[in-house]
C-alpha cells in the first residue's frame, strides 16, 4: 500500500539552529499538508500545500516556518531558528485529488524533533 | 472561539461490546468530518470521512453519524477487539480545507 515517507525519524537540534524536516507524499496525491503534535497533547495544523502554494496556514506557522516542494516528489517544512517549544512529533499527511470531501489524508510516521 | 471535545480521555470496555466515542464542537460550521485512529508514536491512520450533508456512515464493524444541529458526531465499533485498543481521534474540516482535531478518546478493549 502507497505510504508517506518521513525523514529523519529522529531529529536533536541545538535552539537557534535551523531543521529541515523531509516528506515524500504518496505519487499521485496533490494536497499536501504539516502537522504537529507536542508530547501528550492533540494533532495541531500548520500548513495545507497545492498547486506550489500554501493555501491555508494557521496562527503557529509563523516566520520562522517555511515550506517547499522543490522537485516532483519532496515536500520540506523548514524552521528557521528552532525553539525549545518546537520540539513536537511533525507529520506530514497528503491527499488525492478527488474532490475536497472525498477522502481522508494519509499520514506519515512521523519526525521527532527534539531542541535542547 | 472554535472548540471540539471528544468523550472522556479514556474508555474501557470488555471485548465483544459495542465502543461508543462522542465528538462534540461548538463555533465552526465543518464542510466534513473525518475519524482518524492513532496508536502510540504513529501517525493518524485514517477511518471514516462523513459530509455535513449525510448523517451515518459505516465501514465493516464501523459506523459514524453526523449532526450537524447538535453539532455532535458519534463513533461506534462493534463486536470490540483488543486490537481495537488506540486513540481515537475527530477532525473537523472547513471549506478551505483546514483541519482541527480534538484531543482523542483513548479506548482499551480487555478480553
Known amino acids: 500500500e502507497p505510504e508517506v515517507t518521513q525523514t529523519p525519524s529522529h531529529q536533536v537540534t541545538q535552539m537557534g539552529q535551523e531543521v529541515i524536516l523531509r516528506c515524500v507524499p504518496i505519487s499521485n496525491h496533490l494536497y499536501f499538508y504539516w502537522y504537529r503534535q507536542i508530547l501528550g497533547q492533540k494533532v495541531e495544523f500548520l500548513v495545507s500545500?497545492?498547486?506550489?502554494?500554501?493555501?491555508?496556514k494557521s496562527e503557529i506557522f509563523d516566520d520562522q516556518f517555511s515550506v517547499e516542494r522543490p522537485d516532483g516528489s519532496n515536500f520540506t517544512l523548514k524552521i528557521r531558528s528552532t525553539k525549545l517549544e518546537d520540539s513536537a512529533m511533525y507529520f506530514c499527511?497528503?491527499?488525492?485529488?478527488?474532490?475536497?470531501?472525498?477522502?481522508?489524508?494519509?499520514f506519515g510516521s512521523g519526525t521527532r524533533l527534539t531542541v535542547v | 472561539s472554535q472548540k471540539i471535545e471528544q468523550n472522556s480521555e479514556a474508555l474501557n470496555i470488555q471485548e465483544g461490546k459495542t465502543a461508543t466515542l462522542t465528538c462534540n464542537y461548538t463555533n465552526y460550521s465543518p464542510a466534513y468530518l473525518q475519524w482518524y485512529r492513532q496508536d502510540p508514536g504513529r501517525g493518524p491512520v485514517f477511518l471514516l470521512l462523513?459530509?455535513?450533508?449525510?448523517k451515518e456512515k459505516r465501514k465493516e464493524r464501523l459506523k459514524v453519524t453526523f449532526d450537524t444541529t447538535l453539532k455532535q458526531s458519534l463513533f461506534h465499533i462493534t463486536a470490540s477487539q483488543p486490537a481495537d485498543s488506540a486513540t481515537y481521534l475527530c477532525a473537523l474540516i472547513s471549506n478551505a480545507g483546514k483541519s482541527t482535531f480534538g484531543d482523542g478518546t483513548t479506548l482499551t478493549v480487555k478480553p
Open positions: 499527511a497528503s491527499r488525492e485529488d478527488r474532490g475536497p470531501t472525498s477522502d481522508g489524508y494519509t
Open positions: 462523513i459530509r455535513e450533508n449525510e
Open positions: 500545500f497545492y498547486n506550489n502554494e500554501i493555501s491555508e
